[in-house]
């Protein structure tokens, strides 16, 4: 964990409401997919937590969904601007657990931590196949970013204006040695119910500082309550109480 | 240059302390700074028996601050005593001051007890006053005769200096404060949060799980400021005031208006090292401002002329 100071590099949508920020800054503190940063954003008090999608040497990719007023600020904001970040916050997903075939599924926001974990699990020379799910045509990006690496990549939409219709577990295929996801908790306990192997839930909470001191954002697990913040966002299939 | 205060008989090395529930039982902040340098710090709020605390969301936005319904998560006073101090002893070697809350006098009592044993706690923060529990926590800090009961049953079980953690949700603080101080209190501490509330405009429902919430940072701190006033000119005993306390100017003003320390919450939060660099930032502003030792400036803002 350390609090630095990242540049805008660009700042750019990617559909409607979903925009990519790239950031340029200290990420050595940034140490597997799935974990996130948190964002302090002028006129507001709480920082805002945001999935990192990509690291590429000092430069950090971050995918956000306009969805409130910290979200809107930072639609706003311009190539050269300096952001109070938090860094490394969270415990990511684990790469050692994936097996040959790993399938991992990602819904609308929750699509972004999946690059940088496809990224990684090829470098290990594992098998990936990534499902996108989406609502609707208009709502898809990455995909071709996802092919690009090499994944076998499907997307999914729930009207069927674009690839399979259906969610994101209509997609997955017979043989796969585990999964990791995220996405909204609908789609997550889908996902727990549909999957026949062991595997990893990132989760989305409402956060007070995003390092553990709060308790702001805790829940109850199978091992007694764990901070989405500190102890998570990763949790594993085996710990989550549905 | 002087920072050193005395804090109901003991001295620390400067007045700034994490408040209750910003800074866990301390340990995790060691990967941030070295702890060591704080006057001493406020753990989080530790009940008889293990809490889960308030469903979720617990945390919302507010202009100037943020709302908390965290509602005492702890793992009660058993495992705080076998685990979290024991894993403190390893990093921090000052005294901390435990705080303590319950949901009846023997409750209250209990706790205190069990933490009085422990010598690593230094000063009692008893907390009548936590907004986000029911049937007892703020109850018991809205009543002058209430907070005297509490107060007598802490008492009455340690040798350790109590300090009443008042709460802002009431008609007249001075009151209850004095009640705290003619029941033995050895010191004060104001003000817990606010209650507050936000609600989701897209479902048209309280954005909180609990509904309220305690408003804390900034937006608070003239309230506080107002409130830390009022009770030094009420009591003879030790004020520590907080309440929105997020940089060195704050803490010089807290202590004008009374407070012999001062505690830093929602700061915490959202720069972990928040209380580091007022500590840091201190000597720079009592320049600025003529000041050599910060016993000198404690109430200072009531005399007159």
Known sequence: MKASIFEIIENSPLTKDVCMMRLCGDTSNITAPGQFVNIKIDGLYLRRPISVCDVNGDELTIIYKVVGSGTAAMKEMCTGCVLDLLTGLGNGYDLDASGEKPVLLGGGVGVPPMYLLTKKLISQGRDVSVILGFNTKDEIFFENEFKALGAHTFVTTVDGSYGIKGFATDALPDDYTYFYTCGPEPMLKAVYKATKTSGEFSFEQRMGCGFGACMGCSCKTVTGYKRICKDGPVLRKEEILW | ?305
């Open chain 2, 1 to 305: 240059m002087n920072l050193k205060v005395k804090l109901c008989g003991k001295e620390i090395d400067n007045p700034v302390i994490p408040a209750s529930g910003t800074f866990g039982y301390g340990y995790e902040f060691m990967q941030w700074y070295d702890i060591n340098v704080l006057g001493t710090f406020s753990c989080k709020g530790t009940t008889k028996d293990e809490r889960f605390g308030n469903p979720l969301p617990r945390i919302a936005e507010a202009p100037g601050g943020m709302l908390n319904a965290v509602g005492l998560q702890n793992p009660g006073v058993e495992k705080v005593i076998s685990k979290e101090l024991p894993h403190l002893k390893e990093v921090y070697n000052k005294k901390i001051m435990a705080n303590v809350s319950g949901f009846s006098i023997d409750d209250y009592a209990y706790t205190c007890e069990k933490l009085d044993k422990e010598d690593i706690v230094g000063w009692l923060e008893v907390n009548i006053s936590c907004p986000n529990v029911h049937g007892g926590g703020m109850s018991f800090g809205t009543d002058p005769s209430m907070a005297a009961e509490v107060t007598k049953a802490v008492k009455a079980v340690t040798k350790k200096p109590v300090i009443m953690k008042l709460s802002p949700n009431v008609t007249d603080i001075k009151a209850i404060a004095s009640a705290c101080e003619k029941a033995g209190a050895d010191g004060i501490s104001l003000i817990n949060t606010l209650m507050g509330m936000r609600i989701n405009l897209k479902t048209k429902r309280p954005l909180l799980a609990n509904t309220t919430g305690g408003y804390s940072g900034p937006g608070i701190f003239p309230v506080a400021l107002r409130m830390v006033y009022d009770v030094y000119s009420a009591v003879e005993i030790p004020v520590v005031g907080m309440g929105g306390v997020s940089t060195a100017d704050d803490v010089l003003e807290m202590m004008m208006a009374g407070a012999t320390a001062v505690e830093v919450g929602a700061a915490n939060l959202i720069d972990p090292c928040a209380c580091k660099n007022i500590i840091d930032e201190l000597p720079a502003a009592m320049e600025k401002y003529g000041i050599t030792d910060l016993s000198d400036i404690i109430g200072i803002a009531h005399k007159q002329g």
